[in-house]
């Protein structure tokens, strides 16, 4: 049995305020008295607490940012049992694709689709099943590293499919492919990938999805960001800028790819998930797939992606927070941000308020930033904002910190404004930092778009 100097329990009854189970508790209380500095037992509980997953408020200006959860997303659901995988007309065994898939194909304009855990998952099950082992031709200018260790490569390995390479880095021509398809009789399919993250300009060419379906194999796309369709129908408007020459699910399949991917977490604005869509002959196989069984997503993701599937199929895109977010409108932001700014400067230092740009983040429309307004103050405050409550996470631009209103959700514009107040010089006679978010607050200009969650 273990016997604890009792010390190590009075000592972290003394924590007992935190919000934290009493195990980890006594491990800080423990550390501390292992480290010879019982004092320090309150900080280091804090510290553990602050590793927990916490919400957090989005000032950096990168709408998808991958360390911070990629897409927004409202979801809840209560304990209970779901239809996951009965067929409510039979009674029988169901498919857990019959609900979120079938309205991802429906909005796509697919004949089918598969959801997985992630968008590097759905990679590796279309190359898997597509290939069967066999070669996979694809060009030099897109084998790209995604991040987080996802390598085009890598993942052909994986998946058993030798690569054939064609083209150069910078230029890859249709009868690049043709070449190495004519000399390689058993080659299964053309993979395309989409470089996410990068963009390479000058003395450039690639070949579009529509010509490669002219070459006699499958293509599989790797879309990646899984912007739904180029036209954007669930916004209102013609489609932003900052999109421009992002592929999108519906336009690729139309112009003859056999299967595509993405994640469900960039630019479709949902749960993290991967989807492949496409031939329902190839979304079948892959479906029967013991990889699909290893990668299949939870009755919580699923629900959460067929919330956001519904509201793009009633063109209704100011239900998701990601393109809420997105499509907010300048004098919107510009609003808010003074609005912050004046329940700072009852505290402390004004904050300016300032033009900044944006960027959708998440490995998608690299290059391309979509016009946004901060609040500024000097110096380097990140770290003093990230112990807020919630944290709020800030940039640098110059030497100044920004909080880039564009991320923030406007329900926490009230707790940004608190934390900003914490951090810009004190003025006589101010409202203490703590007291600056007013009970009634309510940012102006919340249009539509705040509202409806
Ligand atoms: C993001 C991305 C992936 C990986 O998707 P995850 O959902 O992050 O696993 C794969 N391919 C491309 C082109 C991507 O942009």
């Known amino acids: 049995m273990d016997v604890r100097p009792p010390s190590v329990d009075a000592l972290a009854r003394t924590l007992s305020d935190l919000e934290l189970p009493q195990p980890l508790l006594v491990d800080a209380a423990r550390d501390a008295i292992a480290a010879g500095d019982p004092g320090s037992a309150r900080s280091r509980a804090e510290r553990r607490a602050r590793m927990l997953l916490h919400p957090v408020v989005n000032a950096t200006g990168v709408l998808l940012h991958t360390n911070l959860g990629r897409a927004p997303l409202a979801h809840h659901q209560e304990a209970g049992a779901w239809n996951l995988e009965l067929d409510l007309e039979s009674g029988r065994r169901g498919s857990r694709q019959h609900h979120a898939a079938a309205l991802v194909a429906r909005a796509a304009g697919a004949e089918d689709a598969l959801v997985l855990n992630n968008g590097a998952g759905a990679v590796l099950l279309a190359l898997t099943v597509v290939a069967g082992g066999r070669p996979v031709v694809v060009s030099r200018g ?161 629900a959460a992606l067929q919330a956001t599937l519904l509201a793009y199929l009633r063109r209704d895109g100011v239900a998701i927070p990601f393109w809420r977010m997105a499509t907010a409108s300048l004098d919107d932001l510009r609003c808010r941000a003074a609005r912050v700014a004046d329940a700072v400067a009852a505290a402390g230092e004004r904050p300016d308020v300032v033009d900044c740009e944006a960027v959708a983040g998440g490995g998608t429309v690299p290059g391309l930033s979509i016009p946004s307004i901060g609040l500024v103050v000097h110096g380097d405050r990140r770290a003093a904002l990230r112990l807020a409550d919630p944290p709020v996470i800030a940039r640098m631009e110059g030497e100044r910190t920004l909080c880039d209103l564009r991320t923030v959700d406007p329900a926490h514009d009230g707790v940004l404004g608190q934390a900003l107040a914490a951090v810009v010089p004190r003025q006589e006679g101010r409202l203490a930092p703590e007291r600056v978010a007013h009970a009634d607050w309510e940012a102006p200009g919340r249009s539509a778009a705040g509202e409806g969650r």
């Open 142 to 302: 897109e084998l790209v590293e995604i991040g987080g260790g996802f390598r085009v490569p890598e993942v052909c390995a994986l998946s058993g499919a030798p690569m054939i390479e064609v083209g150069t880095t910078n230029r890859t021509r249709r009868d690049d492919y043709a070449a190495a398809l004519a000399d390689t009789p058993d080659a299964a399919a053309v993979l395309k990938v989409h470089p996410s993250n990068f963009r390479v300009e000058g003395f450039t060419a690639s070949v579009p999805v529509g010509e490669l379906a002219t070459l006699g194999v499958p293509v599989v796309a790797d879309l990646g960001s899984g912007l739904l369709d180029a036209g954007t129908p669930w916004l209102e408007g013609p489609p932003p800028p900052w999109l421009s020459g992002e592929p999108a699910v519906r336009q690729t399949l139309a112009a003859g790819a056999a299967l595509v991917t993405f994640s469900g977490d960039k630019l479709l604005g949902g749960p993290q998930a991967g989807i492949i869509a496409g031939r329902a002959d190839l979304v079948a196989a892959c479906a029967g797939h013991p990889l699909a069984r290893a990668l299949r997503p939870g009755g919580l993701v699923l």
